[in-house]
């Protein structure tokens, strides 16, 4: 136990992925934390589908988040995908790698629905996240910041961390130069019940996988299917244990669960591809509109489509951030989308914004224990975050831009011919395979080199 430690109170704005997880880790190392989410009720903001949490994700919660919510999260996860799949728009194998089981309750891949991820994540927090809070602007004076709300309230603290995505006003204000631009991408989201008629409509390895499909005109789906660990009426299946299902039974949040068993679809195209007001079409209309950009696919993959709940539909505009150059550094600070914003084509975005809370929390117990100034703190955090965070969107936007070569009118087909011949390639030599699959995974965090860390608490955990 440190003898003499710093008090300080942190700020943030936002009750998403990232800075619900940095609340939780401030509140067990006993700094004063306070979370503002704009959303009226806990209820809210129950959208998307899933997510992928990698090992480095993995790594950030299981350091950040109390033991026994730790063990909640793993519990609430789908299946393992035992396959990475590409294919044709007739369900023709392209490419299909193997992914080991990872069984790891740390170091592994984990299928996680976002709607659960978010209630686990609010669990616990009662006292901590006060919601209807819109932020509006906040002035700095001296060591103190001040963050003032629309409802005409305003709290002080020592650190402001903007966690209010990608549409972030703190960003606005902070750093007017920041900028986030369209990629030219529009994806229709979609969801459906695993039910016998919707398994038997993909092959094996797509209903054990992840799978892409990579069609003419640059169009693309990816299909998740996802299964827990309990039926449709909620009773645990056979096989699991009796500490799992006591444990899920007891969880605060299971009343707010998305944890049925789905299939999740993402479809996606250059605009000039989709009707002008794509964005503001919804429900059945989107069912509609994935039917009629793809006539020649495979009609399993129709039936899929037609067989969508209309109500779980929407469109999403993909944008991203433009990186930038370090900043000066404040007590007003960054992290996740509010400041490295990135397209779903690496997967890897709620894990960076992970990896920011956990980055930023070991810096700050390094200000509760003496060891460094706040300022000090901060850079620290800021110069390895913006090394990181915008590799990740730089990576991210390559694999999905309206810029590729296969969205265009004429050589479109050209370019998916060479990627589905070189795909075929790797697909008929095995080394090439698990040389592919190795780097995917450790560009993912498999086996990535980190130093332990493990939070030292002063109050709440005693």
Known sequence: MVEEET??????????????????GLRRAGIEVAVFERDKLRTDGLHGYRVGIDPDGS???????????????????????????MLTEDLKEVLSLDLPPMPDPVESEKSISRMTLRQVLLTGLDDVVEFGKEFVRYEQDGDHVTAYFADGSSTSGDLLVAADGSGSRVRRQYLPQARTEETGIV?????????????????????????MVNAPRGLACILHVMEFQWDRDGIVRDGIGGSTEELIRNWPGLQFDNTRDYINWGLSAAKDKLPADVMELRGRELVDLALDLTPGWHP????????????????????????????????????????????????????????????LCRTLVDVRDGRAELLAAVREYEAAMIEYGFDAVLKSRA?????????????????????????????????LKRRMRDSMLTYRGADRDHDAFEITPTNADR
Request: net charge positive; glycine share 8%; hydrophobic share 45%.
């Open 187 to 211: 994806a229709i989201a979609g969801k459906l019940p695993l039910t016998e008629e919707s398994a038997a409509l993909v092959p094996p390895k797509v209903f054990e996988g992840i799978s």
């Open 399 to 431: 694999q999905m831009s309206a810029d590729d070569p296969m969205h265009k009118p004429v050589i479109g087909r050209a370019a998916l011919a060479g990627f589905r011949t070189a795909m075929r390639t790797v697909n008929h030599m095995p080394p």
């Open 300 to 359: 399993n993959l129709r039936r899929l489509f037609e067989l969508t709940d209309p109500g779980t539909c929407f469109p999403v505009n993909i944008w991203t951030s433009v990186p930038l150059e370090p900043w000066p550094t404040t007590n007003v600070t960054l992290l996740g989308d509010a400041i490295h914003t990135m397209t779903p084509g690496r997967g890897v975005g709620a894990n960076t914004a992970l990896r920011d809370a956990l980055q």
């Open 59 to 85: 790594r950030a919660l299981h350091a950040l988040l109390p033991p026994d919510l730790y063990d909640t999260f793993v519990a609430t996860r789908a299946r393992d995908p035992k396959y990475f799949t």
């Open 7 to 24: 008090a300080m109170k942190v700020l943030v704005i936002g009750g998403g992925t990232g800075g619900l997880a940095l609340a939780h």
